[in-house]
């Protein structure tokens, strides 16, 4: 896998390649860019497809002692990614992980054209539901990232609700979720990394704030939102599609939060629909 090094450390990624329109895919926590394995087979044909593996617990490679990978560190790392590589007018891809809309909020995303919100933290929604606050607890307790990512390995533990049964409505494969788990589960630096994040999430104010500024953005959105999710409401679909001056709501049936996992061909149909959108002069 293709790696760069960033202020931060060295981050992986993947790269179809090709003369297309780019498209970058961004992950959630704990999870890597084969979220996106679904989908990418639909897609990679017409476009670029560009897959960077965060430091959100599922990376390979730790992050330098003294990062900051907090959500504004990480949202400006995303940044940093898409200059390093030179990639210009891209269609910004998110599920699950909000931190794309941080990027765009800190004046960040000039290099942004279009932006696909896929079931992801919007708003006051960090760290989302259930799951995402027993992460943020775990990260809060000496040990308690440990202990979490070992209680992963089991198949109940995996498919209970509240825990990652609310993230997906069919059960994604085993021999996946093990490659998303294995880093924090085994490597004590992933799991501090993983730890930084987690406890980093900012005052509701300071969140409500960014979402505000989102509004500058003026290029072409795509919102596509589960029915059923239970981790990322319904309504906060509906109120960011209202809040970009050019924005479009897709909402997904049969599907929770991962919609890469339950719905890939519905939601690769809908962005490969959006990038026929032209992209707005600036």
């Known amino acids: 896998m293709p790696e760069i090094e960033l202020s ?19 992950h959630g926590l704990t999870i890597d860019s084969t979220v996106w394995r679904k989908v990418l087979p639909e897609l990679s044909g017409a476009y670029r ?8 617990g599922s990376h390979r490679r730790p992050m ?9 560190g990480l949202a400006l790392l995303v940044g940093e990614f898409l200059e390093r590589l030179d990639l210009r007018e891209v269609t910004l891809v998110l599920n699950d992980w909000g931190g794309g809309q941080v990027l765009i909020a800190e004046g960040g995303g000039e290099r942004v054209g279009r932006l696909v919100l896929t079931a992801c933290e919007a708003f006051d929604n960090y760290p989302p539901g259930l799951p995402g606050r027993a992460i943020a607890t775990a990260a809060s307790i000496p040990g308690g990232l440990w202990l979490t990512m070992r ?12 825990s990652w049964g609310w993230m997906s409505k069919r059960p994604v494969p085993d021999d996946v979720m093990d490659g998303w788990f294995r880093p924090a589960t085994t490597h004590r630096a992933i799991r501090r990394d993983l730890g930084k994040y987690a406890r980093s999430t900012p005052p509701k104010a300071v969140l409500l704030d960014w979402a505000e500024r989102m509004r500058t953005f003026d290029g072409p959105v795509l919102v596509a939102w589960a029915t059923e999710d239970r981790l ?11 809040l970009f001056p050019d924005a479009t709501l897709v909402e997904i049936d049969d599907s929770y939060t991962l919609i890469p996992e339950d719905r890939p061909e519905a939601l690769a149909a809908a962005i490969h629909t959006f990038m026929q959108t032209p992209l707005t002069t600036r």
Do not use: K, N, W
């Open 232 to 242: 990322m409401p319904r309504a906060h679909g509906r109120r960011l599609a209202e």
């Open 8 to 26: 931060a450390g060295v981050v992986e990624y993947q790269d179809t390649g090709g003369d297309g329109p780019v498209i970058v895919f961004l």
């Open 64 to 72: 330098r002692a003294d990062a900051d990978l907090s959500l504004r």
């Open 151 to 162: 209680l992963l390995r089991l198949r109940a533990m995996r498919r209970a609700p509240g």
């Open 49 to 56: 497809c560009v897959l960077p593996t965060l430091p959100l």
